[in-house]
C-alpha cells in the first residue's frame, strides 16, 4: 500500500509543474475544447488526485471552465484537495480504490488524468483500462492525460561511485506490488503506449524529467531518504556504504543536480 504526504506532494509540485511537457499539456486543454465535446463544462476525471496537483497544472489558470472528480482512496489527500479548490472549482472528491479498474467513476469523462500514478500499476491494470476507456468511447469520446511517469533514469552531479547500485536497487523496488500487483516503474511509458496503441487510440508521448538544482534542497533531501529507505536491505547494498552514500548527497544536496526522467502521454481516440 502506498502512503504520500501532503508535505511530500508539496515539496515536489514546482518541480512537476517545471517538468510537464508544455505542447502534451496544451493538446490536453485543446482536446477539451474540441470537436465532439458536449454543450456543457467538460468533466476531468483525475485518478491518484492527491491534494489536486493535476487540476492545478491544467485548470488552475481558469482559462476554461472544467469540472473534476478527483479520485483517490486518501481521504485526507482528497480533503485538502477540497479545502484548496472546493470554493472555485466545481470539484467532486471520490474516495475509491483505483484498482478494480472496471469500478472506476468514469461515466461522462471527457479526459480521464492522472500524475505521478502509472509507474505504481500493473500491465493488467493498463491492459484493463485501455478496454474500458474503448468501450466508453462507443458513447462519447474520452482521451488520457497521464504525466510524470518514471523513467527509471536518475544522473546525480557530482557522481559518487554507489550511485548506480543505488539506481539499480531503486528500480527493482519500483516493480514490486504498490496495491495494483507488480507495479510497472520505469516500464510505465513504454507499456502504455504499446497498450493503447494496441486498443486502436493515438499516443503522444514527451520527456518531463525534473531538474533539480540548488533551488530544490528540500525536495532533493527528501528524494535522498525516500531513495535509501527503499533500498536499504537490498541484496548487494552494504549498510554501511549505503550510509556514506547518502551522507555524501545531503551534503551535495544545495550545489549538486539530480536528473529523475519522467515520461508524459496523451492517448486519444483514434480516427478509424
Ligand atoms: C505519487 S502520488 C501523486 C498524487 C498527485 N497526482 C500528484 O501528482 O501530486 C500517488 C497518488 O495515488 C494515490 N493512490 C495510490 N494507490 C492508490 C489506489 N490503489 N487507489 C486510489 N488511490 C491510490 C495516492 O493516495 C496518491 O495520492
Wanted: proline share 5%; net charge negative.
Amino acid at each position: 500500500m502506498s502512503g504520500f504526504s501532503i508535505d511530500w506532494l508539496d515539496l515536489r509540485e514546482d518541480a512537476d509543474r517545471r517538468a510537464r511537457d508544455s505542447s502534451l499539456r496544451e493538446q490536453a486543454l485543446q482536446w477539451l475544447t474540441g470537436e465532439g465535446r458536449s454543450a456543457s463544462a467538460p468533466l476531468v476525471v483525475d485518478l491518484g488526485a492527491g491534494t489536486g496537483s493535476t487540476l492545478r497544472a491544467l485548470g488552475g489558470s481558469g482559462q476554461q471552465r472544467l469540472n473534476w472528480r478527483l479520485v483517490d482512496h486518501d481521504q485526507t489527500l482528497l480533503e485538502e484537495a477540497r479545502r484548496r479548490h472546493g470554493a472555485t472549482h466545481v470539484v467532486e472528491a471520490c474516495v475509491a480504490d483505483l484498482s478494480p479498474v472496471e469500478a472506476l467513476p468514469l461515466a461522462g469523462a471527457r479526459l480521464v488524468t492522472a500524475s505521478a500514478l502509472f509507474d505504481l500499476v500493473s500491465s493488467g491494470f493498463v491492459e484493463s483500462l485501455a478496454t474500458v476507456l474503448k468501450d466508453q468511447c462507443r458513447q462519447s469520446p474520452v482521451g488520457l492525460y497521464a504525466a510524470l511517469n518514471y523513467d527509471g533514469a536518475t544522473l546525480w552531479t557530482p557522481p559518487h561511485p554507489l550511485d548506480e547500485p543505488v539506481l539499480q536497487a531503486f528500480n527493482r523496488d519500483q516493480r514490486t506490488d504498490k496495491g495494483f500487483g507488480p507495479a510497472l516503474g520505469p516500464q510505465a511509458g513504454p507499456v502504455m503506449e504499446a497498450q493503447f496503441r494496441r486498443a486502436g487510440f493515438e499516443v503522444y508521448t514527451a520527456v518531463s524529467p525534473w531538474v533539480l538544482g540548488a533551488t530544490d534542497q528540500g525536495m532533493v533531501s527528501a528524494l535522498i531518504d525516500g531513495i535509501a529507505s527503499a533500498v536499504a536491505g537490498s541484496s548487494g547494498l552494504d549498510s554501511g556504504a549505503l550510509r556514506d552514500w547518502v551522507r555524501f548527497r545531503h551534503d551535495h544536496a544545495a550545489t549538486g543536480t539530480c536528473t529523475v526522467g519522467h515520461t508524459d502521454l496523451l492517448v486519444l481516440p483514434g480516427r478509424g
